[in-house]
Nanobody, 125 residues
Framework: QVQLVESGGGLVQAGGSLRLSCTASGLSFNNYAMGWFRQAPGKEREFVAAISLRGSNTFYDDSVKGRFTISRDNTKNTVYLQMNSLKPEDTAVYFC??????????????????WGQGTQVSVSS
């Protein structure tokens, strides 16, 4: 069965950095666009970043542009989210997701076929 497993979350001070990883199994990773979403307590899940099948195109929410970088290594079936200059408002559970062949609706939760279980990121002020 398909599994997406996130890792790399934790507690960090404002201004610090974290690198999230998401490793996929049970699917042809090369055929999936990948996305990162986050969900804070009491809020809806929101788009953070997405990357195309080969990694040639990346997309970011305005709130993280210039601070976060999404990348992928198709030889390792892994997508990454490098998060720099973290702010307390970045605190959330971060989820990776897989979208078969991708779409223009990459910001929409409903576009994604598979989801990981999430990893907690907490940023203290």
């Amino acid at each position: 069965q398909v599994q997406l497993v996130e890792s790399g979350g934790g507690l960090v001070q404002a201004g610090g950095s974290l690198r999230l990883s998401c490793t996929a199994s049970g699917l042809s990773f090369n055929n999936y666009a990948m996305g990162w979403f986050r969900q804070a307590p009491g809020k809806e899940r929101e788009f953070v970043a997405a990357i195309s099948l080969r990694g040639s195109n990346t997309f970011y929410d305005d709130s993280v542009k210039g601070r976060f970088t999404i990348s992928r290594d198709n030889t390792k079936n892994t997508v990454y989210l490098q998060m720099n200059s973290l702010k307390p408002e970045d605190t959330a559970v971060y989820f990776c997701a897989a979208d078969y062949y991708g779409s223009s609706e990459y910001k929409q939760v409903k576009s994604y076929d598979y989801w990981g279980q999430g990893t907690q990121v907490s940023v203290s002020s």
